[in-house]
């Protein structure tokens, strides 16, 4: 397991995936999210042992799954040894509570496993407060009151924020919820000043989970933004300055990526960590040219900057990995998407392009650049995206 992040003092989860396609998903796509859920399963620590995927009209409300298929899934787990059955549907409380007392195993759902990786990835005190937040909206709405307290004792991610049953017991959830939310309209309000205030051109960096976001940061910063092969390495935004050429400077964020059935109460709950989207003159829409489901993932990305309100901010599409594509498969995406940028941000191809696009498209937005001089920005600590 070149991912898992368990402790030797850990259980290792043994997590058997399961994934019902339902109506007209194609092949295709069923196959991606499946392998996107084992990555999650992967960057939150379980060994995946098993895989089972149906196809049926419409889920069962009681079970999700049809009684035949979960003697399937029964035999798996046994054979497999798992301890943690983990669905790529999203699933209700009351599924939930059937599938774990037929299967005896705890069962979980895609929105839960990522609730549980930004949980474990939290590190900024903002990032936590988002994190809890959404964990305890997600345990309002859909767990039922008996079991909610067990769900957050142990199993992998349950770490972090949210992680203390005591915390849950002392102070009724809803109490909790509400002064984690006015701690982040704070939070927000503070943004907002420091975006007044601003006086550089302001670029975002968005896009799909491991595009190569933070690693695309540092090549054109020379910054050390965390970089990992896994998913939702970022959950922080990092700002720094970026030297466009001519005398001509921005600063750049690094923010959280996004992925297909992004929970909502998450996007909520990262409110104000993905405003600095909807507030930039400049997104540049980083995809890796070299995954196959790269048109799926545009199409989350664009799904999800609608929900955050970033849809109207001009923007560029990066191509990025460019390295990892051969020529003709190279030469294939570039007539797909004649005016992306291509770049491979690992190698550092194509940065002078990019940064002579951006100064373009500021100049068009009738960004000004600032005089020689420090930054504002330079003061500040990183998480603050502003200046
Ligand atoms: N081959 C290749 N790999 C790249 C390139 N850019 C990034 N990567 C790799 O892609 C992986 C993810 O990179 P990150 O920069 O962490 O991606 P990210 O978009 O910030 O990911 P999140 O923070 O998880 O949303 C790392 O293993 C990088 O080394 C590139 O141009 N070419
Ligand atoms: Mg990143």
């Not at 399961?18 to 990555?39: F, H, I, K, M, W």
Request: hydrophobic residues 40%.
């Amino acid at each position: 397991m070149k991912h898992a992040e368990g402790t030797a003092t850990e259980r290792v989860e043994r997590a058997l995936l399961v994934q019902v396609v339902t109506g007209r998903t194609p092949r295709g796509a069923a196959a991606d999210s499946l392998g996107e859920l084992e990555r999650l399963a992967d960057t939150a620590g379980a060994v995946v042992v098993g895989r089972i995927t149906q196809r049926r009209e419409g889920p069962t409300a009681g079970l999700y799954v049809g009684e035949g298929k979960l003697a399937d899934i029964q035999v798996a787990c046994r054979r497999g040894r798992a301890n943690l059955v983990i669905f790529d549907n999203d699933l209700s409380a009351v599924q939930v509570n059937n599938l774990d007392l037929a299967l005896g195993i705890k069962v979980i759902d895609r929105t839960e496993l990522i609730l549980q990786i930004f949980a474990r990835r939290a590190r900024s005190a903002e990032a936590k407060i988002q994190v809890e937040l959404a964990q305890l909206q997600y345990l309002v709405s859909r767990i039922p009151v008996s079991v909610r307290q067990q769900r957050f004792q142990g199993g992998i991610g349950m770490r972090g924020p949210g992680e203390s049953p005591l915390q849950l017991r002392n102070e009724p959830m809803r109490r909790r919820i509400r002064d984690l939310q006015a701690r982040l309209e704070q939070v927000r309000r503070r943004r907002e000043r420091t975006r007044r205030r601003r006086t550089w051109p302001f670029v975002c960096l968005t896009g799909y989970t491991n595009a190569g976001k933070s690693t695309l940061l540092n090549a054109l910063s020379e910054g050390g933004a965390y970089v990992d092969d896994r998913l939702f390495a970022t959950l922080d935004t990092k700002t720094r300055r970026v030297n466009l050429g001519g005398g001509r400077r921005a600063l750049v964020t690094d923010t959280v990526g996004f992925i297909r059935h992004l929970p909502h109460g998450l996007v909520a709950s990262f409110r104000s960590t993905l405003d600095v989207a909807a507030e930039a003159d400049l997104l540049l829409i980083v995809a890796d040219a070299s995954d196959a489901a790269l048109d799926d993932h545009l199409r989350v990305v664009a799904g999800t900057l609608e929900e955050i309100g970033a849809e109207r901010v001009p923007a560029l599409l990066l191509l990025n990995k460019c390295d990892a594509l051969e020529a003709r498969a190279a030469a294939a995406r570039a007539a797909a998407f004649p005016d992306a940028v291509r770049v491979s941000a690992l190698r550092r191809r194509g940065l002078d392009t990019l940064k002579a696009r951006i100064a373009a498209t500021l100049l068009e937005q009738g960004c000004r650049f600032p005089p020689a001089g420090p930054p504002p920005a330079a003061r500040r600590r990183d998480g603050e995206a502003g200046c």
